[in-house]
């Protein structure tokens, strides 16, 4: 199975500010990568898929790149609704289908 | 739009299976698979298994094979059975559709709380 890494596990910031969250996987998985965003008590809901597209309709500020091993999910300016956690998913190899362990989202 | 909606029991005793249905609404069943996954209260998720419309599936194999997923498409629902739980069943579980063209759940149920408990 393909492991997922997401660092940092939690992360607070000042609304506006730029904030990375980084997702390595155990082996090469191409492009083949999804990032969601979960709200407290909610479902998660897809953001981008295929390292770095952003699914119609989710706001511009909201980013992903990276291809291999290494991916990154940036948020350019965070605001309070952003709060959440992350997590991204690969879909190389399967199955199974591998999610990371999370990066929770807080404002300072 | 397509909705789905989870249904069954919150409370299961150990050994006893867990059964859960998810409705499908606003739209048709067909091209797409359908999934189960679920998560721990306060952890990560885990994907339990899809079925495609046709009637093809695959399941996480560290659920060592207690796990069965159906689809009824003229009810537009599908189905989770989990054999022989313990504690460690306990779980949101949601029910997703997966898109294979993006590979990505692009629709997902609000999620049903099942503990396992006697």
Known sequence: ?108 | QVQLQESGPGLVKPSETLSLTCTVSGGSMSGFYWSWIRQPPGKGLQWIGYMYYSGSSDYNSSLKGRVTISLDTSKNQFSLRLNSVTAADTAVYYCARYDWSIGSFDIWGQGTMVTVSS
């Open chain 1, 1 to 108: 199975d393909i492991q997922m890494t997401q660092s940092p596990s939690s992360l607070s910031a000042s609304v506006g500010d730029r904030v990375t969250i980084t997702c390595q996987a155990s082996q090469d998985i191409g492009k083949y990568l999804s990032w969601y965003q979960q709200k407290a008590g909610k479902a998660p809901k897809l953001l981008i898929y295929d390292a770095s597209n952003l699914k119609t309709g989710v706001p511009s500020r909201f980013s992903g790149s990276g291809s291999g091993t290494h991916f990154s999910f940036t948020i350019s300016r965070l605001q309070p609704e952003d709060i959440g956690t992350y997590f991204c998913q690969q879909y190389d190899s399967l199955p199974p289908l591998t999610f990371g362990g999370g990066t929770k989202v807080e404002i300072k």
